[in-house]
């Protein structure tokens, strides 16, 4: 009996180090139809995931989906909470198999190779967060993360991305990403797509940034030169 149980908790350590394993950004590429260059990045945080494909040359938009995962074995199990082009999967869960190595993930059903970016460093805001509060004139304006019209962003160490959505009525508003870095409360973006204006690709946006009780405090310039401050609550 001691032998079984022992065994059992050496399985379930394995699957949690196997999990943890996938943490971080990675990357695989295609060819559009007219020869363009596709890249397709997902990013796995702890308990969410997002996957985004768009054009490297134009740094055209093409589609994003993503929501809650797990991983049991070589089975990738996810709920999805948002699809750029699919609503109607909204809600729905998919589970495949899945090849895990230090630097690559293959998807056995597609043959799909993704080649790791990094695992989850050595950017410090690594995680999903939900956007909970602005502050405004001085006034701080808390947000419920629990109702269904969300913007959540997902960080790896090098990557990040946020995506407007609704869970309720499933639609999308939009979505943006590309690379980042952390350095002395100072974190900057370098915008690789943005689904509402392409024109956005190639910006880089500085900000300040500090993290106090759980919460990044985040101010400076949007993408548009509004200012702006606004708080992130790690996702649960």
């Given at each position: 009996?001691?032998?079984?149980?022992?065994?059992?908790?050496?399985?379930?350590?394995?699957?949690?180090?196997?999990?943890?394993?996938?943490?971080?950004?990675?990357?695989?590429?295609?060819?559009?139809?007219?020869?363009d260059l596709l890249k397709s990045i997902v990013i796995f945080a702890d308990g969410y995931q997002v996957?985004?494909?768009?054009?490297?040359?134009?740094?055209?938009?093409?589609?994003?989906?993503?929501?809650?995962?797990?991983?049991?074995?070589?089975?990738?199990?996810?709920?999805?909470?948002?699809?750029?082009?699919?609503?109607?999967?909204?809600?729905?869960?998919?589970?495949?198999?899945?090849?895990?190595?230090?630097?690559?993930?293959?998807?056995?059903?597609?043959?799909?190779?993704?080649?790791?970016?990094?695992?989850?460093?050595?950017?410090?805001?690594?995680?999903?967060?939900?956007?909970?509060?602005?502050?405004?004139?001085?006034?701080?304006?808390?947000?419920?993360?629990?109702?269904?019209?969300?913007?959540?962003?997902?960080?790896?160490?090098?990557?990040?991305?946020?995506?407007?959505?609704?869970?309720?009525?499933k639609k999308f508003m939009g979505t943006g990403g590309g690379t980042y870095t952390t350095k002395n409360?100072?974190?900057?973006?370098?915008?690789?797509?943005?689904?509402?204006?392409?024109?956005?690709?190639?910006?880089?946006?500085?900000?300040?940034?500090?993290?106090?009780?759980?919460?990044?405090?985040?101010?400076?310039?949007?993408?548009?030169?509004?200012?702006?401050?606004?708080?992130?609550?790690?996702?649960?």
């Amino acid at each position: 009996m001691k032998k079984i149980i022992i065994f059992l908790i050496c399985m379930s350590f394995s699957f949690v180090l196997h999990a943890q394993g996938i943490i971080g950004a990675w990357e695989t590429t295609s060819t559009s139809k007219n020869g363009d260059l596709l890249k397709s990045i997902v990013i796995f945080a702890d308990g969410y995931q997002v996957l985004t494909t768009y054009d490297t040359t134009t740094g055209k938009f093409i589609h994003t989906n993503g929501g809650a995962w797990k991983l049991a074995g070589n089975t990738m199990t996810e709920k999805i909470e948002f699809h750029s082009e699919n609503p109607e999967l909204i809600g729905t869960t998919v589970s495949f198999k899945v090849r895990i190595t230090d630097n690559e993930i293959e998807i056995f059903d597609s043959g799909s190779k993704f080649k790791r970016l990094d695992n989850g460093s050595p950017g410090k805001l690594n995680g999903a967060w939900l956007m909970s509060g602005r502050t405004r004139d001085g006034k701080t304006q808390l947000r419920d993360t629990n109702r269904p019209r969300k913007t959540m962003k997902i960080l790896s160490g090098t990557r990040f991305q946020w995506i407007a959505y609704n869970t309720e009525t499933k639609k999308f508003m939009g979505t943006g990403g590309g690379t980042y870095t952390t350095k002395n409360k100072e974190y900057i973006e370098n915008i690789k797509f943005f689904s509402r204006d392409d024109s956005k690709a190639g910006l880089s946006l500085k900000f300040s940034y500090e993290l106090m009780n759980s919460k990044w405090h985040h101010s400076g310039l949007s993408s548009k030169g509004d200012p702006i401050q606004e708080i992130w609550s790690i996702r649960e």
